[in-house]
């Protein structure tokens, strides 16, 4: 059974910075591709980040510049550091991991790809 432990996010005032990281754990080394995604009240989960297992990364337009995604901490392991936040940002964040090892990082930002989800962690950026 794969479990995604998340960590960080909270509140934040708009033009400063908070990090999520992510932990996948409870099965073999094989690398997936990760990435994050965030949802809305009442909106779809859409993906605004993600890495695959060559280091490439693909980001959604509302948050390139601002954030950026790394798995510099290990295998299935994947942080999310958001600068500049905006209050537009606010939202449920979840950690994800792409349905299989092969998959890229265009694959892995969509909601279909996904093979699991960590438990959603929320953030909220005030004026």
């Known amino acids: 059974q794969v479990r995604l432990d998340e960590s960080g996010g909270g509140s934040a005032q708009a033009g400063g910075s908070l990090r999520l990281s992510c932990r996948a754990s409870g099965y073999t080394s094989r690398r997936y591709c990760m990435g994050w995604f965030r949802q809305f009240p009442g909106g779809m989960r859409e993906g605004i980040a993600s890495?695959?297992?060559?280091?490439?990364?693909l980001y959604a337009d509302a948050v390139k510049g601002r954030f950026i995604i790394s798995d510099d901490d290990g295998p299935n392991t994947v942080s999310l550091q958001m600068n500049s936040l905006k209050q537009e940002d606010t939202a449920i964040y979840y950690c994800?991991?792409?349905?299989?090892?092969?998959?890229?990082?265009?694959?892995?930002?969509?909601?279909?790809?996904?093979?699991?989800w960590g438990q959603g962690t929320q953030v909220t950026v005030s004026s």
């Open positions: 994800a991991q792409g349905r299989y090892s092969y998959f890229d990082a265009t694959r892995c930002s969509a909601r279909e790809n996904i093979g699991y």
């Open positions: 890495v695959d297992t060559d280091g490439r990364t």
